[in-house]
């Protein structure tokens, strides 16, 4: 097994190296990058960007300089080219994007992502910021998830074609068929003073003045706060696993083995327990990896801002939208590397629950 794993910890090498090379060239391909956005700042559009810029460059757009064309950046002109030259120096854009890339490498190596754009907070910062908020909802939402949807989808496998499938599939139906946005909307509707009842908050992770809170109200508070995201999660999250569930488990039911286990004497519950749910889970074990990063980051970006829960997928997005190339190539780095780790889990798990698996004889 040991090889196996160096192979695999090796080849995620050239794949971050491939998806961050990606991405560089996408990103420096698309508009309204920093500088851009800055020189429209200056020229009237936002209010604020001055403030990073020096007190020299701030008199030269006062006295309204006309020298220059600004360095050929659209709604440039009429700014003086040292200001424009300062704005790239500012952002790391006086160097020619090879060089950018050589250097992000270099630095991504030792975990050293630089500083946002706009926060005046470096990345790794900014990650551990969010981070809390984001593990809070991905914890409890994939735990509760799986605490549903495996015994559900078993329990459907065994009663395959009785009342007790059918309305339960009816209520995975819905589940799935609404979206997570929505039912989190309704939510605050009905439970968060929306329109009817008020019992629970509309926004944030905790109450004002939770430090100052006994241990047992703080942890009564988290929960209260935590309800309706993780209920909203999970709604959309368990439908999909529970018939993944049931169908997986419905398919080894009916295979040879688990008639010839019946045949030799054995019960519903040996039979289900000690041989069809080890080679059952296989399929819902490899599923894991990618259900932990949607629910962890991308899948709780929605939930975040509806309930106002600033964590790590409100960060990328707002990433994104303002051309935070730190945050939003530091971030990716640290999604990807996660996601690389998780699948090696996932490999690992599958020989813990059957030995038969001998990933040492294939070819990574």
């Given amino acids: 097994m040991a ?34 956005q ?16 020096g007190a ?16 050929g950046y659209r709604g440039a002109q009429g700014l003086d080219p040292a200001l424009i030259a300062e704005i790239e120096q500012l952002y790391g854009f006086d160097k020619p994007p090879h060089e950018r890339f050589l250097k992000m490498l270099g630095d991504y190596l030792t975990f050293d992502f630089g500083r946002s754009f706009y926060s005046d907070k470096t990345v790794v910062e900014l990650i551990i910021e969010k981070m809390p908020v984001s593990i809070s909802l991905g914890l409890w939402t994939t735990l509760i998830t799986y605490l549903i949807s495996i015994p559900l989808g078993i329990r459907k496998a065994v009663r395959d074609g009785t009342p ?7 209520i995975v139906i819905v589940g799935y068929a609404i979206p997570n946005f929505l039912f989190a909307i309704l939510l605050i509707v009905l439970f968060a003073g929306g329109t009817y009842l008020e019992w629970f908050p509309l926004r944030g992770l905790t109450s004002p003045g939770f430090d100052e809170m006994t241990l047992g109200q ?18 959309s999250s368990f439908a999909t696993l529970t018939m993944l ?27 289900l327990y000690g041989h069809v749910f ?34 790590l997928g409100l960060l990328g997005y707002e990433a994104v939208i303002n051309r935070d190339y730190p945050v939003i190539f530091g971030t990716l780095y640290i999604f990807t590397l996660v996601g690389l780790l998780l699948k090696l889990v996932s490999d690992l798990t599958y ?9 040492e004889s294939r070819e990574v």
Wanted: aromatic letters at 10%; zero cysteines; hydrophobic letters at 50%.
């Fill in 245 to 271: 569930t049931k169908n997986a488990f419905l398919d080894e039911i009916h295979k040879q083995y688990v008639l010839t286990a019946r045949a030799k004497g054995l019960n519903e519950s040996g039979v």
């Fill in 3 to 36: 090889p196996y794993v160096l192979r695999r910890l090796l080849l995620m090498i050239p794949t971050l190296f491939g998806i961050l090379l990606l991405n560089f060239i996408i990103v420096q391909l698309a508009p309204g990058g920093p500088v851009e």
């Fill in 164 to 170: 007790f499938d059918v309305w339960t599939s009816s």
């Fill in 218 to 235: 703080q942890i009564l508070d988290y929960f209260w706060h935590l309800t309706l995201p993780v209920l909203a999660s999970v709604v």
């Fill in 38 to 53: 800055t020189i429209a700042h200056l020229q009237g559009l936002g209010v604020e960007a001055t403030s990073r810029i």
């Fill in 56 to 71: 020299g460059a701030q008199s030269d757009i006062a006295a309204g300089s006309q020298a220059g064309d600004g360095g």
């Fill in 351 to 359: 020989t813990f629950v059957d030995p038969r698996i001998d990933f």
């Fill in 278 to 311: 080890r080679n059952a889970m296989l399929l819902i074990i490899a599923g894991m990896p990618a259900a932990l990063i949607g629910i962890f980051f991308t899948g709780s970006m929605l939930i975040e801002v509806i309930f106002s829960l600033d964590g």
